[in-house]
């Protein structure tokens, strides 16, 4: 295997995740919500995913302890929000510091187990074509996963009712309720829908990515998918560039890391971090709105009656 | 079934009063449930979190030095939270706070400096935390960047400045290799309160801010202005109240106190520069503002609710064993119950059977 093939591997690998939490957390935004729990819920994949493929021995029962575990966060989320109308912004932090938590005590008791790496697809021919095989045919199954959700959202958003219900209700969510939408309960769907995604990024990351787990793993990636967020306009096909866009990023990073090129290690890996905030002003240079933002996000919905 | 809020249409004060109070004891509750799913008895816990600190005299001292730094940063933040600015980057204007005052602390290290050092470091420091507090306020209204996302990844930026820092060219060469800086010398310390005990001056420069705060945010126009943006942002700009301006001041603001804090927690409590010097504070002052409603009075006494949190959490670390995160995940409980309660002041709560039109006769 050629370093650039290697490198091409590696970015797949950092880009998934990314790519994941940013379309769960697209999909609660296309519905008015801003939740900026995901850092939290993904934690909390993280911990609880690793916890449950370790006690159950399974990657697939741990995968869906960690989804179970973000989505009951993010159903937390969705009383608060929905049933008490509480502010979005700081409903969302405490969110973040209560996953962080429990993620913690959680995780404590598996520090220093490890889990074997999990299955690749393998097509006899395919796989093995040079270059472009293991890349295109060799993957394991989070990234196939995470380019169907990425498809298949942009299909639910743009071409279906359901979608566009859901589009009216976070444009505008007055209007969406004289019209008889059912305002809560697509928010409902869409924060679980994100917490869900979530998870399944976090159980990700220490199922596959790190193999292990360790607190403060998810190290602002939560953050990062909610920028990507608004880099991607709302909109899944650019969520997918911008997650690998990141990612390589991320990954060309850790090799200049490596190479050391003169430049001290911390520098670097404030890269992602500053990389994030450059873009989101190149994006809105000369708007002064964000582009695409829908009209009611962030704001408690409480029906006049 | 499903939940409807009715606005009410007066509150009481006392309702504002008991809101927080009620949050926390809720949040206690729930902590205990934590701590009995984990195997403990949730009584010896609450007697480890929260009596055995309030009749210590020398933990209570510990439990005013933690407060300072969670007062400082919650009091600038209460700026911005009531002009609904979301500043949720204090931790790392707390870090660059402290990182801009230290380093004319080791500049003047060994030398015969005078009385000046110490206001010096304290203005840098203020001035390092407003500078960076500023960064997200200028993307806001200059390029519309949403200061939420911004103020967060500069975090990470200013912890690992700090960690370059420490590790390389601030390391104390007689250190042996660890991470960490030169003591500070005397004259870059802050004096001690009284003889012998815990208090450093930088408790009063926590009150004194308070102090400040509530006087600006209740008897001037600056204080007026923001309360307006915040509560009605249409009204404020019919009234000509300059969003930019206001949105500008309140981060310079936050940044500069949650700077002062980092520097006086550094000079008046740590002593020296490492990797580490805050467990958290800036992440848990926002638990702090909102627990003390946004109100300068109601921060010192959440400061101190906090503060215990922190003390609690050590010491059940070493006697029950529980992991610090379990304080971690109480503060975001208590966050919770906190706008949950909020919520619970401003509505009236009922439930409505489905498919029965409230408070209305059908068509």
Redesign the interface.
Known sequence: MSMFEAVLLTIVTASTPLLLAALGELVAERAGVLNLGVEGMMAMGAACGFAGAVVFDSTALGVLSGMIAAVLLASLFAFAVLGLATNQVASGLALTILGLGLAGLIGAPFIGARREPIAHLHIPGLTDLPVVGRLFFGQDAFVYVSLLLALAVAWFLFHTRAGLTLRSVGENHTSAHSLGLPVVRVRLLAIVFGGACAGLSGAYLSLVYTRFWSPGMTAGRGWIALALVVFAAWRPGRAFAGAYLFGAATVLQLHAQAASIGLPSQTLSALPYLATVVALVLLSLGKRRAVGAPGSLGTPFVPDR | M????V?RATVSPAARLLAPIGALILSFALGGI?VAL?GRSPLTALDIYVLQPLSDPWALQELVVKATPLVLIAVGLSFC?RASL?N?GAEGQYVVGAICGSALALATHGTEAGAWVLPAMLGLGILGGALWGLVPAF?RVR????E???S???V??AE??L??LV??PWRDPKGFNFPQSVGFDTAATLPILGDGGRLHVGVLFALAAAAVAWVVMTRTLFGYRLRVTGDAPRAARFAGFDERRTALAVFAISGGLAGLAGIVEVSGQIGQLKPSISPGYG?TA??VA?LGRLHPLGILFAGLVMALTFIGGEAAQISLRL???????????L??CV??A???VS?R?RLVRRGVL???APA
Do not use: C, H, N
Not at chain 2, 2 to 5: G, K, P, S, V
Not at chain 2, 323 to 333: N, V
């Open positions: 499903r939940l409807e809020l606005p934590i984990m939270f979301w949720i993307l390029f519309g960047v949403s939420i996302l911004t967060l990844m500069l990470y930026v690992l400045m960690d370059y590790r390389g992440f926002i638990t909102f992991p610090f995160d379990l304080t971690k995940a109480f503060q975001g409980i966050l919770f706008l949950a909020d919520a619970l509505y709560i409230a408070g209305r």
